[in-house]
């Protein structure tokens, strides 16, 4: 079993819809919570960057991570058609070897107008 | 991306070819890490390096060596391609500090035939 899971998708949403994408993980040590964007022939970009649990809003992206129920989410309000993208979860420990990732597979995400 | 560069873009070999991929940063940071993301796998760390002259294993090393001989560029080399190694390729980066975020190149597409 991997230690993060991520459903791959494809999700297709209308414009102006909230989505909601979600990752869980399996390993308590987990400290750190990241969210990347990935467009077509493109980087990983980092969306969101969280410590622990709660929620971290920046603009219409929120993140959430639920460390009791080891869940992680990203909400986008109003979505928009420059968000069709590959959205990857990412986790990391605290102290020696945290600065190695574990990834989910990534959902791939369509916003059409 | 996030001052990362990676050279060439893309690349078609033959079985059996050698070659080498390079990733350059302008960020000086100490920490540089090599991916390859292909369908249903999701990102898998190949090789990386904590500072300059050191580097260690990955999750799929095998196949590959890597060099650090610069703090700013972390090369990545194939001595004999395989068709199991057509992939896109990716260069992180990220500062030495406990749970820094990793950043992104633009990835090398490499096929092999």
């Known amino acids: 079993q991997k230690e993060v899971e991520q459903d791959p998708g494809p999700l297709s949403v209308p414009e102006g819809a909230i989505v909601s994408l979600n990752c869980t993980y399996s390993n308590s040590a987990f400290q750190y919570f990241m969210w990347y964007r990935q467009y077509s022939r493109k980087g990983p970009e980092l969306l969101m960057y969280t410590y622990s649990s709660g929620n971290k809003e920046d603009g219409r992206f929120t993140a959430q991570v639920d460390k009791s129920s080891k869940y992680i989410s990203l909400f986008i309000r109003d979505s928009q058609p420059s968000d069709s993208a590959t959205y990857l979860c990412?986790?990391?420990?605290?102290?020696?070897?945290?600065?190695?990732?574990?990834f989910g597979k990534g959902t791939k995400l369509s916003v059409i107008p | 991306n996030a001052g990362v560069t990676q050279t060439p873009k893309f690349r078609v070999l033959k079985t059996g070819q050698s070659m080498t991929l390079l990733c350059a940063q302008d960020m000086n940071h100490e920490y540089m890490y090599w991916y390859r993301q292909d369908p249903g796998m999701g990102l898998r760390l190949i090789h990386y390096?904590?500072?300059?002259?050191?580097?260690a294993k990955g999750e799929v090393p095998d196949g590959y060596n890597v060099s650090r001989l610069k703090k700013q560029n972390f090369l990545l080399g194939l001595e004999s391609a395989a068709p199991s190694q057509t992939s896109v390729y990716f260069c992180?980066?990220?500062?030495?500090?406990?749970?820094?975020?990793?950043?992104f190149g633009d990835g090398t597409r490499l096929s092999i035939l």
């Open positions: 390096s904590v500072g300059e002259g050191t580097t």
């Open positions: 990412a986790a990391s420990y605290s102290g020696a070897g945290s600065y190695q990732l574990t």
């Open positions: 992180a980066i990220s500062g030495a500090y406990s749970n820094q975020p990793q950043h």
